[in-house]
């Protein structure tokens, strides 16, 4: 197996001013105005789409069911004591083609007598119990794995590491029926590779797992991850990284003056596959500033390098948002403070064009952002952080516009049409920071003696 039962790295930085990443060898952000976007097709090996995001936590099933309540994506499958696993409990929620597995492990001492674990019970084969547990004590509920299916998962491995990738799990055959295999892709996250045998596979997202029947038929219109989200202290190591071993392009930019305020910024790089169906923006903080960067902040609360958001795309964002914000407060997701109302006052001369007025209405009474690039429109709104750390949070977003037809006459939607929300980055790290400051401590005046 490898190193599988690698140790965590938990990456410790100070807050010394990181070097420039635009000063970097071989790496110069240029700016969103001036960045010119081409597709070299480039790719190391056949990337399909995303597969399903992986959580590690400490309590799978209440985690796993607080985020199909939030997000209306029911419990479809799980493999844990009761399908013979015992060494770590994983539950799945999904909604059309998105994903959430969530995974804690089980008392140490039952994890000890699994060592080393069955590996035709125990269905997660890059799992340890070991590192799950100092995982979460180094970030608390986080992303450990971003799965994206390829057509060979041995092949993506190798080819990777062969590429620079820091090999995390080697290739593990599932059952004959699919294949499993991980490198490092940033901090303690890592990137996985999928493959199935059949183009339709017998068995419930994975083999090993069961089906479960949902308490509740919940669907709030959220159909797929557009894109995964990491904040990194290094943007010109990360990117030269990541794009070394996928051969992914770039698709995107954002420096400080794009994107930042008078008290806070980032500078931002957004890689894609080939297809533009597989997004991978990363952030950096940028230093010297009113405040602390919000990227410096997630650093420094998840203890390095990780997921910072995930995007969904909704086929209906306001249908999605009404379901939403009927729960937050009792179970659900709060959201971050809406725009005032001098942002919705130009709404009309931006997107008039492709929202209706009674569109635009509710942009303004649901909270929702908009923008638009030479493409199409993004709608979008962002949760605050949903766990006790002010580090992971959801994005909510619609993409409109960017119609095209594929090979065989089908038409989709090209992938980040309407762009990444710049023209709304002011307005979210306004809200960010006036949610910071609410978390500030509040500094005990002691009373003098008389």
């Given at each position: 197996m490898?190193?599988?039962?690698?140790?965590?790295?938990?990456?410790?930085?100070?807050?010394?001013?990181?070097?420039?990443?635009s000063?970097?060898?071989?790496?110069?952000?240029?700016?969103?105005?001036?960045?010119?976007?081409?597709?070299?097709?480039?790719d190391r090996f056949p990337v399909h789409r995303f597969h399903h995001i992986e959580f590690?936590?400490?309590?799978?099933?209440?985690?796993?069911?607080?985020?199909?309540?939030?997000?209306?994506?029911?419990?479809?499958?799980?493999?844990?004591?009761?399908?013979?696993?015992?060494?770590?409990?994983?539950?799945?929620?999904?909604?059309?083609?998105?994903?959430?597995?969530?995974?804690?492990?089980?008392?140490p001492s039952i994890c000890t007598l699994q060592s080393p674990p069955n590996y035709d019970t125990a269905t997660l084969p890059s799992f340890s119990a070991t590192t799950a547990h100092r995982f979460s004590a180094s970030h608390g509920l986080a992303v450990r794995a971003i799965a994206i299916q390829v057509h060979d998962a041995t092949s993506a491995f190798h080819v990777s590491v062969a590429h620079g990738a820091k090999p995390s799990t080697p290739p593990v055959d599932?059952?004959?029926?699919?294949?499993?295999?991980?490198?490092?892709?940033?901090?303690?996250?890592?990137?996985?590779?999928?493959?199935?045998?059949?183009?339709?596979?017998?068995?419930?997202?994975?083999?090993?797992?069961?089906?479960?029947?949902?308490?509740?038929?919940l669907d709030y219109g959220i159909r797929r991850l557009d894109h995964a989200v990491g904040n990194v202290a290094d943007l010109a190591e990360a990117?030269?990284?990541?794009?070394?071993?996928?051969?992914?392009?770039?698709f995107a930019e954002f420096t400080a003056e794009d994107v930042g305020t008078t008290e806070s910024g980032l500078n931002s790089m957004v890689l894609a596959s080939n297809d533009e169906m597989v997004l991978l923006p990363m952030n950096e903080p940028v230093f010297g500033t009113k405040r602390k960067s919000q990227i410096q902040?997630?650093?420094?609360?998840?203890?390095?390098?990780?997921?910072?958001?995930?995007?969904?795309?909704?086929?209906?964002i306001f249908w999605t948002l009404r379901e939403m914000r009927r729960r937050s407060g009792v179970g659900g997701f709060e959201f971050m403070p809406s725009p005032p109302p001098t942002y919705?006052?130009?709404?009309?001369?931006?997107?008039?064009?492709?929202?209706?007025?009674?569109?635009?209405?509710?942009?303004?009474?649901?909270?929702?952002?908009?923008?638009?690039?030479?493409?199409?429109?993004?709608?979008?709104?962002?949760?605050?952080?949903?766990?006790?750390?002010?580090?992971?949070?959801?994005?909510?977003?619609?993409?409109?516009?960017?119609?095209?037809?594929?090979?065989?006459?089908?038409a989709y939607q090209k992938g980040g049409c309407g762009g990444f929300g710049k023209g709304n980055f002011s307005e979210l790290f306004k809200s960010i920071e006036e949610y910071e400051k609410t978390l500030e401590v509040k500094k005990t005046v002691t009373p003098t003696s008389a």
């Amino acid at each position: 197996m490898g190193n599988q039962r690698d140790e965590i790295e938990v990456e410790k930085r100070d807050q010394e001013p990181a070097q420039d990443s635009s000063h970097a060898p071989g790496f110069k952000l240029v700016g969103y105005s001036r960045f010119v976007r081409t597709n070299p097709k480039s790719d190391r090996f056949p990337v399909h789409r995303f597969h399903h995001i992986e959580f590690w936590c400490t309590d799978a099933i209440n985690a796993a069911s607080r985020f199909s309540w939030a997000l209306g994506m029911p419990l479809s499958a799980r493999s844990d004591l009761s399908t013979g696993n015992q060494t770590h409990a994983s539950y799945l929620i999904q909604s059309s083609n998105l994903r959430f597995l969530f995974t804690a492990p089980y008392s140490p001492s039952i994890c000890t007598l699994q060592s080393p674990p069955n590996y035709d019970t125990a269905t997660l084969p890059s799992f340890s119990a070991t590192t799950a547990h100092r995982f979460s004590a180094s970030h608390g509920l986080a992303v450990r794995a971003i799965a994206i299916q390829v057509h060979d998962a041995t092949s993506a491995f190798h080819v990777s590491v062969a590429h620079g990738a820091k090999p995390s799990t080697p290739p593990v055959d599932l059952s004959g029926e699919a294949t499993l295999a991980e490198v490092h892709l940033y901090g303690d996250v890592v990137l996985r590779y999928i493959s199935f045998k059949n183009p339709n596979p017998n068995f419930q997202f994975l083999p090993g797992f069961e089906a479960m029947e949902s308490y509740q038929p919940l669907d709030y219109g959220i159909r797929r991850l557009d894109h995964a989200v990491g904040n990194v202290a290094d943007l010109a190591e990360a990117v030269a990284y990541v794009k070394g071993f996928t051969g992914f392009h770039e698709f995107a930019e954002f420096t400080a003056e794009d994107v930042g305020t008078t008290e806070s910024g980032l500078n931002s790089m957004v890689l894609a596959s080939n297809d533009e169906m597989v997004l991978l923006p990363m952030n950096e903080p940028v230093f010297g500033t009113k405040r602390k960067s919000q990227i410096q902040t997630y650093l420094e609360h998840n203890e390095g390098a990780g997921v910072q958001h995930l995007a969904l795309t909704s086929e209906d964002i306001f249908w999605t948002l009404r379901e939403m914000r009927r729960r937050s407060g009792v179970g659900g997701f709060e959201f971050m403070p809406s725009p005032p109302p001098t942002y919705y006052r130009n709404l009309k001369k931006r997107v008039g064009d492709v929202l209706t007025e009674e569109q635009m209405k509710e942009c303004e009474d649901l909270g929702i952002l908009v923008d638009r690039d030479e493409q199409g429109v993004l709608l979008q709104i962002f949760t605050k952080p949903v766990g006790d750390r002010p580090t992971i949070f959801i994005e909510i977003i619609q993409r409109i516009g960017c119609l095209v037809k594929d090979e065989e006459g089908k038409a989709y939607q090209k992938g980040g049409c309407g762009g990444f929300g710049k023209g709304n980055f002011s307005e979210l790290f306004k809200s960010i920071e006036e949610y910071e400051k609410t978390l500030e401590v509040k500094k005990t005046v002691t009373p003098t003696s008389a």
